[in-house]
């Protein structure tokens, strides 16, 4: 799909833009009492885990500048761990740690931190740096998904996740988001990860996007991601719409990622999903929004609803 076109021609193909996705669907379906659910990281877990959603487990919470000192000890449990903001936003603040080595830290990418650093980081983190309008934040610490040996010939050391986009209860989107060196192992596409679209039909890939350029293979790794059957498919699908339905939010990102011994885990919810899913499948949002947007009455039953979205 071209994708430097004239807006008659994006609109012709379904595209949404950010304007519209904000007027027509976050603002329509999403009411704001309801964002405190997904943008605090830790009530969203605490909840998840009250409805029986699967999610990393939670190792501990920082939230004074007093207890960021005692990092080692709150972590000297755990060779392994991700510590990111309740309140963060873009994967801005997460740190990926993979490993030790003596008195250091090993990041996902090799490059080494001191105990110091970390701390400084849950520092920065409880501060308020990365939390969405500069508030006083806590610093999360959890487990660290030991990713599905899937993606281990197809991604670049971080672990990959799948953003499912779900309407009224019903996904109408999705794409896998591969790490590269350039995003420092880290699934975020602002940060320069890939992303590749999905069939949700069939859980089979369509394609890839890296920095807005369509590519079909990895930038680092040089694997081909078109054709690729998505394990765990119907599994995933499910989990995405759980997860729409305990918060209540019409419009809907939800990232979960595949671990090894875990399963599908829901990483995050995200009340304003961005719009690459767009470029990823080389198709717009609109024809499939506007088919579960028709629809007066949808099922309650989760299954029905997946069925739905397979044929949308």
Sequence with gaps: MKWFATPSELRARGVMGLNQRNSDYIMRYNPRHLYPLVDDKLYTKRLALEKGIAVPPLYAVISTQHDTAKVDHIVAAHQEFVMKPSHGSGGNGILVIDGRLGNHYRKANGDLVSSAAIGHHASNIVSGMYSLGGASDEALIEYR????????????????????????????????????????????????????????????????????????????????????????????????????????????????????????????????????????????????????????????????????????
């Design 145 to 312: 998904v030991q990713f599905d040996p899937f993606f281990s010939h197809i991604s670049y050391q971080g672990v990959p996740d799948i953003r499912v986009i779900v309407f009224r209860g019903v996904p109408v989107a999705a794409m896998v988001r591969l790490p590269t060196r350039a995003s420092d192992g880290k699934a975020n596409l602002h940060q320069g990860a890939m992303g590749i679209g999905i069939d949700l039909a069939t859980g089979i890939s369509k394609g890839g996007v890296c920095h807005n350029v369509e590519i079909s293979r990895h930038p680092d790794t040089g694997y081909e991601t078109t054709g690729i059957t998505i394990p765990h498919w119907d599994e995933i699908m499910r989990l995405a719409i759980r997860c729409a339905d305990i918060v209540g939010l019409g419009y809907l990102g939800v990232d979960i990622v595949m671990d090894r011994d875990k399963g599908p885990l829901m990483l995050e919810l995200n009340a304003r999903p961005g719009l690459n899913v767009q470029i990823a499948n080389q198709m717009g949002l609109l024809d499939n929004l506007s088919k579960v947007e028709r629809i007066k009455d949808l099922p309650e039953d989760v299954e029905e609803r997946l069925v739905m979205a397979k044929v949308a």
